[in-house]
């Protein structure tokens, strides 16, 4: 049984720093591209970053330069550096493993 369970959200000020966390079991982890996604209250889920199976990295415009996707194959954990938080990266963030496997969620609130 696949499970992926997210930690690391929190309340956080404008400009500061959070590291989610995704920890994945019951998955032959080093295969799969994965990424992280987010949904804001009323909006459509958005892709945040995603990492390939071998390390390549692609991220959403309105992150470049301010958020980080990394994994640890041997750890089966996927992670999200977030820096330079603004207001509007507040949102519930979810990793998705492969096309099929998501995480149940972390709130990210970022205050002014």
């Known amino acids: 049984q696949v499970q992926l369970v997210e930690s690391g959200g929190g309340l956080v000020q404008a400009g500061g720093s959070l590291r989610l966390s995704c920890a994945a079991s019951?998955?032959?982890?080093?295969?799969?591209?994965m990424g992280w996604y987010r949904q804001a209250p009323g909006k459509q889920r958005e892709l945040v970053a995603t990492i390939s199976s071998g390390g390549a990295a692609i991220y959403a415009d309105s992150v470049k330069g301010r958020f980080a996707i990394s994994r640890d194959n041997t750890k089966k954990t996927l992670y999200l550096q977030m820096n330079s938080l603004k207001p509007e990266d507040t949102a519930v963030y979810y990793c998705?493993?492969?096309?099929?496997?998501w995480g149940q969620g972390t709130q990210v609130t970022v205050s002014t």
């Open positions: 998705k493993i492969g096309s099929e496997y």
């Open positions: 019951g998955i032959f982890f080093n295969i799969y591209g």
